[in-house]
């Protein structure tokens, strides 16, 4: 067990690891983001409310999911790194927060896409909405102080700190901007909970949220990847991958 | 754990604090002069009218004091990191926790008090019905201190750094969304006139929680800060 997380710390056996992860992962998440796909914009049924534009829950309501997860992800790799001062851990964090913020991204877009239709407006200042908007700046907060350090290692304690303090905050603007939200705007929007929802239109979007998870997953390993070799470009074995890689094309 | 007692300790970091702050009266008044100030702008960019300036005012007011605490916070620390204080206030064998929460103490001290001791006098000038000054005064007084901790942790993240100032508003702001809900809401509750009271306890509790926590996160940001200078 302990073995198995001090090799977690090493870089070449991470990057290893992570290429053969990989190799059986993308495909399978490719595989289950086309069949997702199909399944949910072609052969789920559509809404009686809301027509085919309820579709958009197919990729709205995973990268929302996704974009949360996410930062309890950067945040547990800030604590590691914090703790156990693991180099690795630095760099799972750094690549949390681009994808994390692209995640949140694109489910405010997607969002205000699906509001045009339903609620007749691009924007609403739903407690959602709301929230994810502050979540989209925690993540832009750790990735600019992150560029704003010049010294790598106090960059990424800075950004496990934020981190962390993000954290603890999380829960707590959430149940505020709820109050807020119950307290401001009239209950007129309702629309089709997920629990409320016809199995044959959950199926398809359960297997999205797996699909982005798994996604999630493989773009944080390449970007871990790429951040890897970028950190480690003076050392040997990436010196040796790199001659080798140059080899194979040549051959 | 040795060295001088503990609130002797609080207190002679309290002391120089303030002293030296005394020593520029003009810069304890600039948080006011911006707090006026920006005050000022928001009749002439809504229009006079009494009455939508009266329904606006719990927010204007809160969040020309949010910003007005933020922008003090952004140099809190910056003279002592320059000049080495902090340096030698890490190799102190007095808990960090306490030197911390004295520079908090004392940020507060000269502008959220003073802010919230203002406050009413803007008020009136924004049209804020009289029976809500109260909640104004204690809302402020509890949610200033909130803000002086919370932005301390952006300070202390930021001082080592040549580009700190829109940095730590980016950082900071997201975590002020809470105290603003709650500060502006007790205020607009007692304009409406109830009562304030569920607010004003929710804010005691974010009090309570960012004193037991914010000083280890302010703490640690100074290590990082001072170690990377």
């Known amino acids: ?251 | 754990m040795s060295g001088a007692p503990l609130l002797p300790f609080l207190s002679a970091c309290l002391r120089r604090q303030l002293l030296l702050a005394f020593r520029r009266p003009l810069e304890i008044a600039n948080p006011l002069l911006f707090f006026l100030l920006v005050v000022m702008l928001f009749p002439l960019g809504i229009g006079p009218d009494p009455r939508q300036l009266a329904e606006f005012a719990p927010g204007i007011l809160w969040i020309v004091a949010l910003l007005a605490t933020l922008l003090a916070a952004e140099s809190l620390f910056r003279v002592d990191f320059e000049d080495g204080t902090l340096e030698q206030l890490l190799l102190t064998p007095q808990p960090l926790y306490l030197s911390c929460l004295s520079y908090v103490l004392a940020h507060w001290l000269l502008t959220g008090l003073p802010l919230t001791l203002v406050a009413p006098l803007f008020a009136v000038m924004l049209q804020l019905p009289p029976p809500a000054l109260p909640a104004l005064m204690l809302s402020l007084l509890l949610g200033t201190a909130v803000l002086s901790l919370v932005g301390s942790i952006g300070a202390a993240l930021t001082v080592g750094l040549k580009r700190g100032g829109l940095l730590i508003s980016l950082l900071i702001i997201p975590f002020y969304v809470p105290v603003l809900i709650f500060g502006s809401g007790a205020v607009q509750f007692a304009a409406l006139g109830n009562s304030a009271q569920p607010q004003l306890l929710v804010l005691g509790g974010m009090l309570s929680l960012a004193i037991a926590l914010a000083p280890f996160a302010i703490a640690a940001g100074l290590r990082i800060s001072v170690d990377a200078g």
């Open chain 1, 1 to 251: 067990m302990w073995s198995f997380f001090h090799k977690l710390g090493s870089p070449p056996w991470l990057y290893a690891i992570s290429g053969k992860i990989l190799q059986w992962l993308l495909p399978v998440t490719l595989l289950l983001l086309a069949v997702g796909a199909v399944w949910g914009l072609l052969y789920a049924p559509a809404d009686f409310r809301q027509g085919n534009s309820y579709r958009i829950i197919f990729v709205h309501v995973p990268a929302s999911v996704v974009a949360l997860a996410g930062y309890y992800v950067m945040a547990t790799a800030g604590a590691i790194s914090l703790i156990w001062k693991m180099k690795m851990a630095d760099v799972a964090m750094r690549s949390c927060a681009p994808i994390g913020a692209a995640l949140t991204f694109l489910a405010l877009l997607s969002g205000a896409v699906w509001g045009k239709p339903t609620w007749g407006t691009w924007w609403i200042w739903d407690a959602r909405v709301t929230s994810m908007l502050v979540l989209f700046f925690l993540y832009v907060g750790v990735i600019s102080l992150y560029e704003a350090f010049d010294n790598e290692v106090a960059a990424a304690r800075a950004c496990a700190v934020l981190s962390l303090v993000g954290t603890v905050n999380i829960p707590i603007i959430y149940k505020s901007v709820d109050w807020w939200y119950s307290l401001h705007q009239p209950a007129s929007i309702k629309f089709t909970e997920e629990s409320s929802m016809h199995s044959d239109m959950l199926a398809p979007l359960l297997l999205m949220i797996v699909a982005f998870y798994c996604l999630f997953i493989c773009s944080l390993l390449l970007y871990m990847r790429g951040e890897i070799l970028r950190r480690e470009g003076t050392t040997h074995w990436v010196r040796k991958l790199l001659l080798d890689a140059g080899d194979a094309h040549a051959v």
